[in-house]
C-alpha cells in the first residue's frame, strides 16, 4: 500500500508545482523536486522523465525591463542684460573749430578802388582832376604764411588837366591813365588763423596812355569852334613803391582783401604820338596813391600734392 502512495505522490508532485511556485516563490519547486526525486525509487526513472514535459509547460516570467534613461531637462535660456541707460552728465561734443588756413597756397587776386595823382604834369597845364578809378588783377604765390610773391597788372586812372589859351582856344584838355605790370614781395607781420596784415614792396614798368581834345575857334570873325582829338601810349618807364595791406579768411578759401600804395612812376615828358603825328605831351615824373579792396581765392597747394 504505501509504495502505490509514493508513486502517486510522485506522479503529482510535477503538476503542483506551478501553482507552489506562484503562492511560495521560486526556491520552493526546485525543494520539491529535488525531494520527489528522493523519494521515487531507482526503477521509477520512465515516470520521472514522462514528467519533464509537464516542467517545461510552466509559465516563464517576463524579463526585467532596464531602467528608464532620465531625460536632460533644457537649460532656461540666458535673459539678456537690459542696455545700460545712458548718461546725462556725458559731456557733448565740442563743436569743429575755424577752418586752419592753407599754409601753401596759389592765389589769384582782383581789387577796384580809387587813385589819386600827386603833383602837376610837365606842360605846366592846370590840373582840373585828381582822381580817377583803378583796378588791380593778380597771381600771388604763398611759400609760407609769414611770405608771398606775385606779379599783378595795375590801371590807375589819373585825373584829367586843362591848357587855356585866348583867342583861338577855347580848351584843352588831356585825360590820362597809367598801366603798369608790377611785381611784389609780401611780408606778413602780423598774423591770425583768419587774418594777416602785410607790407609790400613793388617794382615794374609802366606807360601813360593819354587822350587829347581841343575845341577852337578858327574864324576871329565869325566864331566857328572846332574840335580835335588824338591819343596815344608813351614808353615804357620804371615804377617802384610799397604797399599796406591785409586780409580776411572768409572760408572755403575766399578771403577779403584791401590795400593802400604808392607808387613812382618815371615817364616821358616827350610828345605822345598818335599814329606817327605828335599829339600832346607825356606827363612826366609822376606819382599814385591808390587805395582798393576785393576778394582773393587761395589754392591750397599741400592738399592738392596729397590728392596725387
Given at each position: 500500500?504505501?509504495?502505490?502512495?509514493?508513486?502517486?505522490?510522485?506522479?503529482?508532485?510535477?503538476?503542483?508545482?506551478?501553482?507552489?511556485?506562484?503562492?511560495?516563490?521560486?526556491?520552493?519547486?526546485?525543494?520539491?523536486?529535488?525531494?520527489?526525486?528522493?523519494?521515487?525509487?531507482?526503477?521509477?526513472?520512465?515516470?520521472?522523465?514522462?514528467?519533464?514535459?509537464?516542467?517545461?509547460a510552466a509559465p516563464a516570467l517576463?524579463?526585467?525591463?532596464?531602467?528608464?534613461?532620465?531625460?536632460?531637462?533644457?537649460?532656461?535660456?540666458?535673459?539678456?542684460?537690459?542696455?545700460?541707460?545712458?548718461?546725462?552728465?556725458?559731456?557733448?561734443?565740442?563743436?569743429?573749430?575755424?577752418?586752419?588756413?592753407?599754409?601753401?597756397?596759389?592765389?589769384?587776386?582782383?581789387?577796384?578802388?580809387?587813385?589819386?595823382?600827386?603833383?602837376?604834369?610837365?606842360?605846366?597845364?592846370?590840373?582840373?582832376?585828381?582822381?580817377?578809378?583803378?583796378?588791380?588783377?593778380?597771381?600771388?604765390?604763398?611759400?609760407?604764411?609769414?611770405?608771398?610773391?606775385?606779379?599783378?597788372?595795375?590801371?590807375?586812372?589819373?585825373?584829367?588837366?586843362?591848357?587855356?589859351?585866348?583867342?583861338?582856344?577855347?580848351?584843352?584838355?588831356?585825360?590820362?591813365?597809367?598801366?603798369?605790370?608790377?611785381?611784389?614781395?609780401?611780408?606778413?607781420?602780423?598774423?591770425?588763423?583768419?587774418?594777416?596784415?602785410?607790407?609790400?614792396?613793388?617794382?615794374?614798368?609802366?606807360?601813360?596812355?593819354?587822350?587829347?581834345?581841343?575845341?577852337?575857334?578858327?574864324?576871329?570873325?565869325?566864331?566857328?569852334f572846332k574840335t580835335d582829338r588824338?591819343g596815344g601810349a608813351g614808353s615804357?618807364?620804371?615804377?617802384?613803391?610799397?604797399?599796406?595791406?591785409?586780409?580776411?579768411?572768409?572760408?572755403?578759401?575766399?578771403?577779403?582783401?584791401?590795400?593802400?600804395?604808392?607808387?613812382?612812376?618815371?615817364?616821358?615828358?616827350?610828345?605822345?604820338?598818335?599814329?606817327?603825328?605828335?599829339?600832346?605831351?607825356?606827363?612826366?615824373?609822376?606819382?599814385?596813391?591808390?587805395?582798393?579792396?576785393?576778394?582773393?581765392?587761395?589754392?591750397?597747394?599741400?592738399?592738392?600734392?596729397?590728392?596725387?
Amino acid at each position: 500500500m504505501r509504495p502505490r502512495l509514493a508513486l502517486a505522490l510522485a506522479a503529482t508532485a510535477p503538476l503542483l508545482a506551478p501553482v507552489a511556485l506562484a503562492q511560495v516563490g521560486a526556491p520552493a519547486p526546485a525543494a520539491s523536486a529535488s525531494a520527489a526525486t528522493s523519494a521515487a525509487p531507482a526503477t521509477s526513472a520512465a515516470p520521472a522523465t514522462s514528467a519533464a514535459p509537464a516542467t517545461s509547460a510552466a509559465p516563464a516570467l517576463p524579463p526585467a525591463l532596464p531602467p528608464p534613461t532620465p531625460v536632460p531637462s533644457a537649460a532656461p535660456a540666458p535673459i539678456a542684460a537690459p542696455p545700460p541707460a545712458a548718461s546725462s552728465a556725458a559731456p557733448k561734443p565740442a563743436p569743429p573749430g575755424p577752418e586752419k588756413p592753407a599754409t601753401h597756397t596759389f592765389s589769384p587776386e582782383a581789387t577796384i578802388g580809387a587813385a589819386f595823382r600827386l603833383g602837376s604834369p610837365a606842360s605846366g597845364a592846370s590840373v582840373t582832376e585828381r582822381q580817377g578809378v583803378a583796378y588791380r588783377l593778380g597771381l600771388f604765390w604763398g611759400t609760407s604764411r609769414a611770405w608771398a610773391v606775385g606779379v599783378q597788372y595795375d590801371r590807375a586812372g589819373a585825373g584829367a588837366d586843362v591848357i587855356k589859351y585866348p583867342d583861338t582856344v577855347t580848351s584843352d584838355k588831356t585825360e590820362r591813365a597809367i598801366h603798369s605790370v608790377l611785381a611784389e614781395l609780401r611780408a606778413f607781420p602780423l598774423r591770425s588763423d583768419r587774418g594777416r596784415v602785410y607790407l609790400g614792396l613793388l617794382f615794374g614798368f609802366s606807360h601813360e596812355y593819354a587822350s587829347h581834345a581841343a575845341t577852337y575857334n578858327s574864324n576871329p570873325i565869325q566864331p566857328v569852334f572846332k574840335t580835335d582829338r588824338c591819343g596815344g601810349a608813351g614808353s615804357s618807364s620804371l615804377a617802384i613803391g610799397a604797399g599796406l595791406g591785409g586780409d580776411y579768411e572768409l572760408g572755403g578759401g575766399f578771403a577779403f582783401t584791401g590795400r593802400v600804395s604808392f607808387l613812382g612812376h618815371r615817364l616821358s615828358d616827350g610828345a605822345v604820338e598818335d599814329h606817327g603825328s605828335p599829339c600832346l605831351r607825356g606827363a612826366g615824373t609822376t606819382s599814385i596813391v591808390a587805395a582798393q579792396a576785393g576778394f582773393r581765392y587761395a589754392i591750397d597747394l599741400d592738399r592738392a600734392n596729397a590728392k596725387k
